[in-house]
């Protein structure tokens, strides 16, 4: 495991220089500086800042980049999934994303698309790193976009012009995966190859943070309907007390198999809606978007971060943790349907714009039913029978959310350090209360209502 050392000595021996090198010739580099940034480590990561000043064309200019290293034991980056996590962010920065902007330039179209994805990439290395130590190690250096006025988003709360941005964002996004499996099939292949399965059931003996997760998640759910069921149901509500009964029986002594049944069905090539699936971002979500807004305080720009949840399988896992995740509980059953037009809008207009630009290879017979299989119909269709993956995130993650700041610092400590143990387990079933316990039901209750269940 490389040391806090190892990293200052890196990113002064070689990253400073590949930072600098990418503004060309006419730079001149005339200081730098690295800090730590202790307020941004994750548990499985040290975050540090890259500052440069450089004189370019006679004007003095400064870079602020964001530099990220894997952290911890061996021990721990397995059980943690850290080695898989890091190579498949690396993977999104490194071969996913210049390959759609390949793409784009067959198609004879703009590279800016991808460039709006994410914030610009100076490093992106993952495996045995010169004077990183002998154990894999991961290096990420990306443009720091608070300069350039790119926020986070509320912890809490999303207004509609923020969720529809993120529609924006999204969509394209998955249109450029699906429009690279028509048009381009074998780097399609090789890139697919290429991730590392990130499932969600494991062998027996194999340390699994998933389970550990989405026990409590089940625990802590019908424990509170189980006690409240009298004040949460009404009369009428017989055939959603019959599903929350079906999902009990089928999934409540192993929790993840449902996740896996959904990453895995989905994708299968033998299924009829297996064009559904592409590369995923993994953990869309507000805590891996930046905004930027205008004059008005409109959002005008956004740009997403942190690929180590990607996956190739249907993006209904993408779109309905968003959905769930992201809307709020009051307004969620009158904006769900349109944000969904909207990210359909999107990604069939980019997948459409591809196409069109790609005549010679393409009838315009094929087109049409290659929109067509793409359509909303077959779209909703499709999302429906997955959409409870967002469900299923929320059950885990909501409380953690709503948790005061004591709480949540204490139950990452304690997920950190012992998630097998009564501590964990005791404070991921009281964190914030029945509070979270109420908005997790709503969100049950939309999906019932919606039918995602039915395929449960």
Request: aromatic fraction near 14%; charge should be negative.
């Amino acid at each position: 495991m490389s040391t806090q050392q190892q990293h200052f000595d890196y990113m002064e021996k070689y990253l400073v220089y590949d930072i600098f090198k990418y503004f060309g010739n006419d730079a001149t580099l005339i200081d730098h500086n690295i800090k730590c940034s202790t307020g941004l480590d994750g548990f499985m990561s040290a975050v540090y800042t890259v500052e440069l000043t450089m004189k370019i064309a006679g004007n003095t200019r400064q870079e602020l980049v964001l530099v990220k290293f894997m952290k911890g034991s061996p021990e721990f980056r397995e059980s943690g999934k850290c080695y898989t996590q890091f190579a498949n962010e690396v993977f999104a920065y490194a071969e996913l994303l210049p390959a759609y902007e390949n793409l784009l330039r067959d198609s004879k179209l703009n590279t800016e698309l991808v460039e709006q994805f994410v914030p610009r990439v100076y490093c992106a290395k993952f495996g045995l790193i010169k004077d990183l130590g002998e154990a894999r190690e991961s290096v990420l250096a990306l443009q720091h976009l608070q300069p350039a006025g790119f926020e986070l988003g509320p912890r809490l709360t999303l207004r509609l012009d923020q969720l529809e941005a993120m529609c924006s964002l999204l969509g394209p996004y998955h249109a450029l995966g699906y429009a690279l499996r028509i048009l381009q099939p074998l780097v399609e292949q090789r890139l697919r190859q290429q991730i590392v399965p990130l499932p969600f059931v494991f062998e027996a003996n194999v340390p699994n943070i998933y389970a550990v997760l989405y026990r409590v998640a089940f625990d802590r759910f019908y424990a509170f309907y189980d006690r409240c069921r009298d004040q949460l149901l009404q009369p009428q509500e017989q055939r959603f007390a019959e599903a929350l009964e079906r999902l009990r029986s089928k999934y409540f002594e192993q929790p993840v198999a449902l996740l896996e049944r959904i990453r895995t069905a989905a994708c299968d090539d033998t299924q009829p809606e297996s064009h559904f699936s592409t590369f995923l971002h993994g953990d869309f979500n507000r805590n891996n978007v930046l905004f930027h807004e205008n004059g008005e305080g409109q959002v005008d720009g956004v740009r997403m971060i942190d690929f180590q949840e990607l996956r190739y399988s249907t993006t209904a896992i993408d779109l309905s943790f968003f959905l769930y995740m992201n809307t709020p509980a009051d307004n969620r059953a009158a904006i769900f349907a349109k944000l969904l037009r909207s990210y359909h809008q999107r990604m069939h207009q980019t997948l459409e714009l591809l196409l069109q630009r790609n005549h010679d290879t393409l009838s315009e017979e094929q087109i049409k039913q290659l929109l067509s299989d793409y359509s909303y119909s077959r779209f909703e269709q499709h999302f429906a029978r997955y959409a409870f993956y967002g469900v299923m995130v929320c059950m885990h993650f909501m409380p953690w959310l709503l948790g005061s700041e004591a709480d949540c610092a204490q139950i990452s400590k304690l997920f950190e350090t012992d998630m097998h143990g009564p501590a964990f387990y005791k404070l991921s079933m009281d964190i914030a209360g029945d509070e979270a316990n109420r908005q997790i039901f709503g969100i049950v209750r939309h999906a019932f209502e919606q039918g995602y269940m039915d395929s449960i």
